[in-house]
Every structure is written in structure tokens, then in C-alpha cells.
T-cell receptor, first 113, second 115 residues
Framework: RKEVEQDPGPFNVPEGATVAFNCTYS??????FFWYRQDCRKEPKLLMS???SGNEDGRFTAQLNRASQYISLLIRDSKLSDSATYLC??????????????FGRGTQLTVWP | GAGVSQSPSNKVTEKGKDVELRCDPI?????LYWYRQSLGQGLEFLIY????????KSGLPSDRFSAERTGGSVSTLTIQRTQQEDSAVYLC?????????????FGPGTRLTVL
């Protein structure tokens, strides 16, 4: 079983829509959580960290539920420029795996006009 | 430079040949990471360097894969006797140090095709 599981999509939504992505992780020792964004044939870039208290950055809201080992990303008022693949990432903050990012396979989003 | 650079951007090789992929991290970044992304797959960790040493090389898929880093800067990933299943995009990332590993800055990748 992969460390991180995501719904691959694709999600096709109109501009202005609200869309939510979910991600589950298998190892309860996971310590840090992130969403990365990857545009087509480009490198991944950090979108935002995910905290237990939830955090918001403009139109983007990330939530973490440690009890259910579940992470979410909500995008409000979708823009054409939000079209990309969104990667769920977890890390373990100790031991020999320090520094290793575990990536989900990504959820593809297309926003249409 | 301003970001992580990798070369070559594309590499086509024949099965059985050796290839070398290069990564130049962001200046001043002491931690460097290699990942690969196969078609339809997520990013897969390969190896991580802190300075010139590799505390975690457990992600290397076989002994045909090796990596080194010299001078705490440039890193080279070498694949010997390439196989078709080695075809993937090889991504390098760097972070300020191993404490700051959570924010890794990725290079554009090397797209390797093994015929």
C-alpha cells in the first residue's frame, strides 16, 4: 500500500466553482503535511503546508485530521490558472527517513471558462 | 543561479548504456534530493545528501543506480546498463539544510528515455 493515496481525478470544473481534494496517509507516524502543485511538464512547487488547526491562504484552505489520517485542500472561486496537478505530501520527522518527501500520485484539476 | 538547474533536460539512450544526470542546487543549499517520476506514477524518492554524505540512499531501486555529490554543491546521478523501465523524469531538489527539508525547491528535471 502506498504511503499516500489520492483520488487521481480528473476534476473538471467551471471558473468560479469550489472544488475539494482529499488525501489519506497510511502511517500514523507521519509528522508534516503539504500540498504541492505541478503544472504540466513542470516541476512541483510548494503550495502550502497543512496544520492540524487548518490554514488558509487566499482562496486555498487546507485541513488535517490526524485521527482519520486525512488531509484536504479546498479551492474557492476557481481560476483558469488553477489548472494543474495537486500533490499531497507527507514526511516523517525523525530517523533515517528525515528529508524524504512521500508524494501521492496527484489529483488533476482542469478549470474551464 | 536563481533556482535548481539540471542537465541535460532530455536524454535518449539505448538499453544497456550508462547515463549521467547532473544537478546544480540553489547556491547555499546544503541538502540535495533526487526523485523520479514515471508516467502515471507519483514522485519516488531515490536519495538524499546532506553536504557530501548520503544519510538515506534506501530509495535507489537497484545497484545500477548511484549518486555522488562533491564540494557540497553539484550532484551526479549515474544509471549503469540502463533498462527500459528506467525511463522517467528524474527530478532534483534542494533545501537550505536538513532542518529545512520541508520546503524543497525542485529543478525542471531530466526526461530520460531508454529505447
Amino acid at each position: 500500500r502506498k504511503e499516500v493515496e489520492q483520488d487521481p481525478g480528473p476534476f473538471n470544473v467551471p471558473e468560479g466553482a469550489t472544488v475539494a481534494f482529499n488525501c489519506t496517509y497510511s502511517n500514523s507516524a507521519s509528522q508534516s503535511f503539504f500540498w504541492y502543485r505541478q503544472d504540466c511538464r513542470k516541476e512541483p512547487k510548494l503550495l502550502m503546508s497543512v496544520y492540524s488547526s487548518g490554514n488558509e491562504d487566499g482562496r486555498f484552505t487546507a485541513q488535517l485530521n490526524r485521527a482519520s489520517q486525512y488531509i484536504s485542500l479546498l479551492i474557492r472561486d476557481s481560476k483558469l490558472s488553477d489548472s494543474a496537478t495537486y500533490l499531497c505530501v507527507v514526511t516523517f520527522d525523525r530517523g533515517s527517513t528525515l528529508g524524504r518527501l512521500y508524494f501521492g500520485r496527484g489529483t488533476q484539476l482542469t478549470v474551464w471558462p | 543561479g536563481a533556482g535548481v538547474s539540471q542537465s541535460p533536460s532530455n536524454k535518449v539512450t539505448e538499453k544497456g548504456k550508462d547515463v549521467e544526470l547532473r544537478c546544480d542546487p540553489i547556491s547555499g543549499h546544503t541538502a540535495l534530493y533526487w526523485y523520479r517520476q514515471s508516467l502515471g506514477q507519483g514522485l519516488e524518492f531515490l536519495i538524499y545528501f546532506q553536504g557530501n554524505s548520503a544519510p538515506d540512499k534506501s530509495g535507489l531501486p537497484s545497484d545500477r543506480f548511484s549518486a555522488e555529490r562533491t564540494g557540497g554543491s553539484v550532484s551526479t546521478l549515474t544509471i549503469q546498463r540502463t533498462q527500459q523501465e528506467d525511463s522517467a523524469v528524474y527530478l532534483c531538489a534542494s533545501s537550505l539544510d536538513e532542518v529545512s527539508y520541508n520546503e524543497q525547491f525542485f529543478g525542471p528535471g531530466t526526461r530520460l528515455t531508454v529505447l
